[in-house]
């Protein structure tokens, strides 16, 4: 069956849609984007996303008012698609544009939403860990844009690109001070003399859903957690780490730059977090 997509308040097959040649988002990159994780025809912590886009939206101007009800919409490409696990991407641009957007009123967004089977990490992915490399390409702590998700990441793709040419699965990035902002689509966690550890908002991150999810677990479990800058020399020196998003859940992190994480295995406090992380999920999605 072809993939069909939401499309400016009509599904639509894949091969029938269409946006204008003068989208700010495709001119500009101009625009927004979220991606979730729906299993069994159920989205994880959809509000929380809805949430999230809507700050941003709102800070670059861009009006919802005149697009359907975001929740609704993510759910009729769910249930059109009729998959048991899917990747769900909502995308937001401030719309058709003849000037160069100037970020104070966008009244008549494009709207986009897909859901597919693809972007499901693999089993054995979490058995042996993902191995990085540390990107030539910095976060700028001074940005607005890097606490959004915004459509213009081509930093981001930079990154991703040197992992990829380095045969690893995942970038870690720093910013302008040398300091560990985050992965090229993830957060990043680390374990230290038990405590767990992630680089505050202040570093150049994006506050990821997954990331939120994972402080509040480690609270309700009674592990001690700080979000502070962090150091390189901490990362490899750490006793386990791990990345975060919304595809991957809890991703163990084993080796940096060829120099393993720790045993250079998946540790037993990731373990733990990753079990009550699927834990917590099944039980929302069942609610």
Do not use: W
Request: hydrophobic share 40%.
């Amino acid at each position: 069956m072809e993939e069909i997509v939401y499309l400016n308040g009509s599904l639509l097959p894949l091969s029938q849609a269409r946006l204008s040649s003068l989208d700010s988002g495709f001119l500009y990159g101009c625009g927004l984007f979220e991606t979730m994780y729906a299993q069994d025809g159920r989205v994880f912590r959809l509000d929380r996303h809805m949430a999230r886009l809507r700050r941003s939206a709102s800070f670059l101007g861009i009006s919802l008012d005149s697009l359907p009800e975001l929740e609704g919409a993510v759910y009729e490409c769910l249930e059109a698609n009729r998959l048991p696990q899917a990747r769900i991407r909502l995308t937001l641009s401030a719309g058709e544009t003849r000037t160069i957007p100037q970020l104070t009123s966008h009244p008549s967004p494009t709207l986009l939403i897909t859901a597919t089977g693809s972007g499901i990490y693999p089993p054995e992915a979490y058995h042996r860990g993902f191995r990085a490399i540390v990107s030539r390409v910095r976060r700028n702590t001074m940005s607005p844009a890097a606490s959004m998700k915004s459509l213009s990441c081509l930093d981001l793709l930079l990154a991703r690109r040197e992992a990829r040419l380095a045969g690893v699965d995942e970038a870690l990035l720093l910013n302008e001070k040398g300091l560990v902002a985050e992965g090229g689509v993830s957060n990043i966690f680390l374990v230290s003399d038990g405590r767990l550890l992630t680089p505050g908002n202040d570093s150049g991150i994006l506050p990821g859903i997954t990331r939120e999810t994972v402080l509040e677990i480690a609270s309700a479990l009674g592990m001690a957690a700080a979000e502070r800058s962090i150091g390189l020399d901490e990362v490899l020196a750490a006793e386990e780490a791990f990345f975060t998003n919304s595809l991957m859940h809890v991703m163990p992190l084993t080796e940096v730059n060829g120099q393993p994480i720790g045993s250079g295995r998946p540790g037993e406090v990731t373990r733990r977090l990753s079990s009550a992380y699927q834990k917590l999920m099944a039980e929302e999605l069942s609610a």
